[in-house]
């Protein structure tokens, strides 16, 4: 799967973007968050507050309940400062 | 209509085109954003937009459509540029044409709020003091709650 990161959570990681293998007790997008959040220090400080994230799947805004599904491309990022 | 890029606009003639296209619709309304030259009382240096290529212009197509279904608007454009812009650039233009004026003003406000926070925009400020990722504020959750409430 396709983990796209923007914003301060892009600069916390230090990648742009990665491609990851999810294991299947992966459901959501906040359990793909904490699963992440084990693949550096840099993922743990993205990850450490989820209110603080917000996430998308192909593309379109989710929970961190939403259910992965089919979703190809995920994407991590602070709420959002348009205008 | 959505154009996201680096390039800057002309709101005269982008507006100019709007109102030719505007059908007969009897009002256009307009909100013009630009950066700011101070932030909490120091002098802004720049201010840069980083955003989600494919996600913004779907966010953006997804509200242009929200707001003509719930306002009836015969046109409407949103402009929105991304990079390393200066004080006092223009960041974003938002137009609409309706039949009258109170749907104009409501479309354009609609739209403006969603921009703000449902659109994947990050902005960064850079200060003499450093750098930093300009926050969300409640006060923008509280705008979008006004609409979902008449929705």
Redesign the interface.
């Known amino acids: 799967m396709k983990i796209?990161y923007?914003?301060?959570v892009r600069e916390a990681i230090g990648l742009a973007e990665e491609e990851v293998e999810v294991p299947g007790h992966v459901r959501t997008a906040g359990d793909l968050a904490r699963w992440l959040s084990g693949r550096s220090e840099g993922h743990a400080r993205a990850f450490a507050d989820l209110a603080h994230v917000r996430a998308?799947f192909d593309?379109?805004?989710c929970e961190m309940d939403t259910p992965l599904g089919t979703a190809r491309e995920a994407?991590f990022?602070?709420?959002?400062?348009?205008? | 209509m959505i154009r996201v890029g680096p390039e800057d606009f002309d709101p005269g003639r982008e507006l100019a085109a709007l109102e030719a296209d505007g059908g007969e619709a009897g009002a256009l309304v307009s909100f013009l954003g630009t950066v700011r030259v101070r932030s909490e009382g120091a002098p802004i240096l720049s201010l840069t937009i980083e955003h989600y290529p494919g996600m913004t212009e779907r966010a953006l197509a997804a509200m242009e459509r929200e707001a003509t279904r719930r306002f009836g608007l015969t046109g409407s454009l949103i402009l929105h540029r991304v990079g390393r812009l200066k004080p006092g650039a223009r960041i974003v233009l938002v137009g609409v044409r309706a039949p009258h004026r109170a749907a104009a003003f409501e479309a354009c406000a609609f739209l403006t709020d969603f921009l703000k926070s449902r659109a994947p925009f990050w902005k960064k400020e850079e200060t003499p003091g450093g750098a930093r990722w300009v926050g969300a504020k409640a006060s923008d959750e509280a705008a979008l709650a006004r609409w979902e409430r008449g929705a």
């Open positions: 796209l923007f914003s301060s998308a593309m379109a805004l994407a990022f602070p709420p959002m400062t348009g205008g």
